[in-house]
């Protein structure tokens, strides 16, 4: 190994990893906070969902077209009129409170006005999602640290190489972490919105 020039290569690809998992990282949270029911409705909160179809559990997403008819109110239209049952199954036993009325082609689901204090529950749930989110970067970081001070250890890079890979680093991951503190934020808004 050359020791008296540090390989770039190395420190790129420990930093380009970093970034990668970080990424997936903001992505699941955008995953999980459109989960998260808002003053409107989404059809993303049907997006945990699945009902029973020819004997498999089937996402909702698979076998339904979502009409948002006005702010509380979805049409959920079936690809199979067949599997309409186990749709309205499927909505009737969700934690979403809702209480889907079927008239043969398709279901709408009213979604209950939010009350305040379920506005605070979910501003809870929200923000607890979003620490795991930050916990989740902050060990991306630790673990790309560590292999950047193993290089230094083992003499690979240089002290510089490895310093300035840790600023880049951090600058990293502060990226990543006020990505998620602004989805939390825009989140929050939404919630506390009437």
Do not use: C, W
Not at 10 to 22: D, N, S, T, Y
Not at 35 to 64: D, H
């Amino acid at each position: 190994q050359n020791t008296d020039k540090g390989d770039p290569f190395v420190i790129e690809e420990i930093l380009a990893e970093a970034g990668e998992k970080m990424e997936k990282t903001i992505e699941a949270t955008k995953t999980e906070f459109a989960k998260v029911r808002t003053g409107r409705v989404n059809p993303a909160i049907f997006s945990g969902l699945t009902a029973e179809y020819y004997g498999a559990p089937t996402p909702l997403q698979q076998l339904v077209s979502f009409n948002v008819e006005d702010a509380r109110t979805v049409k959920i239209v079936p690809f199979d009129v067949t599997a309409l049952a186990a749709i309205e199954k499927a909505l009737r036993d969700s934690d979403l409170g809702v209480n889907p009325s079927n008239d043969g082609a398709a279901i709408r689901v009213v979604m209950p006005e939010m009350t305040a204090e379920r506005r605070k529950e979910y501003t809870k749930l929200v923000n607890s999602k979003a620490e795991e989110s930050r916990v989740s970067i902050r060990n991306v970081r630790r673990h790309a640290k560590t292999a950047i001070d193993k290089l230094v250890k083992d003499s690979e890079i240089g002290e510089d190489e490895g310093a300035r890979a840790e600023k880049e680093l951090d600058a990293l991951t502060k990226k990543h972490i006020d990505q998620v503190d602004a989805l939390y934020k825009h989140k929050e808004a939404e919630l506390l919105e009437v």
